[in-house]
């Protein structure tokens, strides 16, 4: 007999992946459709699922949504050199859960790296193409020893 309020065997979402989850949704409006910052927090809050989550969440995405297009030159900077192919020439997902995973990685020094790592991975596996989670992975994995030099070099990272 199950309980009317059980949870599924993997659990519902964490808060913040949803909060991540509708700021990539947002930020790819941005990439792909142009739109500017106001139009794309209106989009963010149109987002299914947004306006369940708390304050503290929604904050935060906004804070990844804003960070990330304020800073997206200076994001697109640093993962650059990295990549296999022009910035431009990446597929919009991929872009958007790039500048999301280096903004992070760079901003939020309370996030642990693994954490910033996992949850672009997670991102790219709903968001991507087949291989894409790969992709994201092998580039944040190669900006974290610049944006976060002491987590990158710990064993067990």
């Given at each position: 007999m199950?309980?009317?309020?059980?949870?599924?065997?993997?659990?519902?979402k964490p808060a913040r992946r949803r909060a991540r989850e509708a700021a990539m949704q947002a930020l790819y409006g941005w990439q792909v459709g142009g739109q500017d910052l106001a139009a794309c927090e209106t989009a963010?809050?149109?987002?299914?699922?947004?306006?369940?989550?708390?304050?503290?969440?929604q904050q935060f995405a906004i804070g990844l949504?804003?960070?990330?297009?304020?800073?997206?030159?200076?994001?697109?900077?640093q993962i650059t050199p990295l990549l296999d192919r022009p910035f431009e020439e990446l597929s919009p997902v991929?872009?958007?859960?790039?500048l999301i995973g280096a903004h992070?990685?760079?901003?939020?020094?309370?996030?642990p790296l693994r954490?910033?790592?996992n949850e672009a991975i997670e991102l790219a596996k709903t968001f991507g193409g087949t291989d894409g989670h790969k992709f994201v992975n092998g580039v944040l994995d190669r900006l974290a020893p610049t944006l976060r030099p002491l987590?990158?070099?710990?064993?067990g990272r």
């Amino acid at each position: 007999m199950t309980h009317a309020n059980a949870k599924p065997a993997n659990g519902p979402k964490p808060a913040r992946r949803r909060a991540r989850e509708a700021a990539m949704q947002a930020l790819y409006g941005w990439q792909v459709g142009g739109q500017d910052l106001a139009a794309c927090e209106t989009a963010l809050h149109e987002i299914e699922g947004f306006s369940q989550l708390r304050n503290l969440e929604q904050q935060f995405a906004i804070g990844l949504l804003r960070g990330c297009i304020a800073h997206q030159a200076a994001l697109r900077e640093q993962i650059t050199p990295l990549l296999d192919r022009p910035f431009e020439e990446l597929s919009p997902v991929e872009a958007c859960i790039l500048l999301i995973g280096a903004h992070e990685m760079a901003n939020s020094p309370e996030t642990p790296l693994r954490v910033v790592l996992n949850e672009a991975i997670e991102l790219a596996k709903t968001f991507g193409g087949t291989d894409g989670h790969k992709f994201v992975n092998g580039v944040l994995d190669r900006l974290a020893p610049t944006l976060r030099p002491l987590e990158s070099n710990r064993p067990g990272r």
